[in-house]
């Protein structure tokens, strides 16, 4: 009888040791160094910081777009390319220039771009400034707040004084333009204005219009009455200044972009889903969002009830945990976000942060089930330092570990071999080798 028993479990075993091991050779293996790699190509000088309108923009989305269908994925609706017009910052002739004019036409004063100021990127309405002590609004230790004719304007100190950081691109903030001065500045201006002398400023740049793309991917599922999972992430960043200084972006976001289409290559390798599954490389997400929401403003009726894996910014080197992004109105309850912070509990460290920060705040304000996945390391980010050099393969790997499963969760139906293959392969092995053993003794 005990040889029986034995021969069954055995052969259970083999079986489960021969299916995980199918399975296992069949799978893509998901490779951090893959990620790296394309980390650092999206990131390179080559694509002088993937800003909106530019034409290394648009080589970014023929790459993704090009990825995606190496990597079999189809288009979605019978569009790869889902094509939008934004208004962006065009850099024109002319040199930047900040100085003080003397009652009589005289140079007073004549501060040196990138040193004593710098433009930021939030805004171009106007791209020149005369004014004078009467058109002062406000004056602080952090900032002068002017109002011309043309405008308001503003002119300000960054945090720590560090002319590197540049804003995202938004269209309708406030001021008219934006410029970015030193302390030792701010209190030069404000001696010169006080002895009646005009300032005048002028920054290259035009706001101009441009037709731009998201890029999408589609493998289509068993089941295509059920809204897709969508796993997201965008590719655009925020160019080069006036001294051709490129900000790379790699961390935001040529490492979500380069996360995203590995993650493409194991999940296709799993098979035919019981949901479809979309991939979508989001475009111009650092002029506020614009592409996510140009995707949800035409595809809404079919994803009401989707779920959304966003990512950006995923491989610090920096030792902070990995942070699960809401929307600005969700909380630790909201569904979707307790449950897959369920999942990461004694797994990872991990934390929350709840804003509308990223692509996950269309679909939210839409009450569309969303999450981004995000490094939340602030100290590079929208800086010349933000560089491939600084990704983490671990950090990659951390994120991959716990989202994989989550996604398959809700895509190939919590399926078992596939979220536990290895620990079948080690367990139908030990079991294997066990069973045979007793097998062996048992007989006569």
């Known amino acids: 009888m005990k040889k029986l028993i034995y021969s069954f479990f055995l052969t259970l075993c083999l079986f489960l040791l021969f299916y995980s091991m199918r399975l296992y050779y069949t799978l893509y293996s998901f490779n951090p160094t893959n990620v790296y790699k394309n980390i650092k190509y999206i990131s390179s ?65 004549i501060f040196l771009y990138s040193k004593d100021f710098k433009e930021d990127m939030i805004n171009f309405k106007t791209n020149n400034l005369t004014f004078g002590k009467s058109n002062i609004k406000a004056i602080t230790q952090n900032y ?5 004719n043309d405008g308001p304007f503003i002119l300000y100190v960054p945090k720590g004084n560090d002319l590197s950081f540049r804003s995202s691109f938004i269209k309708t903030s406030k001021y008219n333009m934006y410029i970015m001065i030193t302390k030792d ?18 920054m290259p740049y035009e ?3 441009a037709c731009i793309n998201n890029v999408m991917g589609y493998l289509e599922g068993s089941d295509t009455s ?10 655009d960043h925020i160019g080069t200044d006036l001294n051709g200084t490129i900000y790379s972006g790699a961390l935001d976001n040529a490492s979500g972009i380069s996360f995203m289409l590995e993650m493409s290559k194991y999940l296709i390798s799993l098979g035919k889903p019981s949901r479809s599954i979309l991939f979508i490389g ?22 009401t009830n989707s779920k959304v894996f966003n990512f950006d910014m995923i491989g610090t080197n920096n030792a902070i945990p990995l942070c699960l992004l809401g929307g600005k109105n969700d909380t630790i309850k909201t569904p979707f976000i307790k449950s897959i912070s369920n999942a990461f509990k004694n797994k990872i460290d991990f ?62 139906k919590n399926h078992f071999f596939i979220i536990y293959n290895k620990e079948c392969i080690i367990l139908s092995t030990i079991g294997t080798l066990m069973f045979s053993v007793l097998y062996k003794r048992s007989s006569p």
């Not at 002068?144 to 011309?148: A, D, G, K, L």
């Not at 209190?187 to 204005?193: A, F, N, S």
């Open 207 to 209: 706001v101009s219009s």
């Open 144 to 148: 002068i707040q002017i109002n011309t």
């Open 45 to 109: 000088d080559q694509f002088k910081g993937r800003l909106p309108g530019s034409l290394e923009n648009q080589e970014i989305a023929t790459y993704v777009n090009t990825e995606f269908k190496n990597n079999g994925l189809k288009p979605y609706m019978g569009k790869e390319l889902q094509s939008f017009k934004v208004a962006y910052p065009k850099k024109i002739n002319g040199n930047p220039y900040l100085k003080v004019i003397g009652k009589n036409g005289n140079e007073v004063k």
């Open 185 to 202: 500045t701010l209190e030069d201006l404000k001696y010169l204005l006080g002895k009646g002398n005009t300032v005048k400023c002028f």
């Open 226 to 235: 059920l809204s897709p999972i969508i796993v997201s992430s965008h590719f």
């Open 351 to 412: 934390n929350y942060i709840f804003e509308d920060a990223s692509d996950h705040e269309g679909f939210r304000k839409q009450n569309i089930d969303a999450i981004t996945f995000c490094d939340n390391d602030m100290s590079r980010v929208h800086t010349p330092k933000d560089t491939y050099d600084n990704i983490s393969l671990s950090s990659i790997n951390r994120c991959y570990s716990v989202v994989s499963k989550e996604i398959v969760k809700y895509t190939f």
């Open 282 to 303: 989001f475009n111009a997400e650092e002029f506020g969002c614009l592409g996510s929401n140009e995707f949800i403003k035409q595809y809404k009726d079919g994803i």
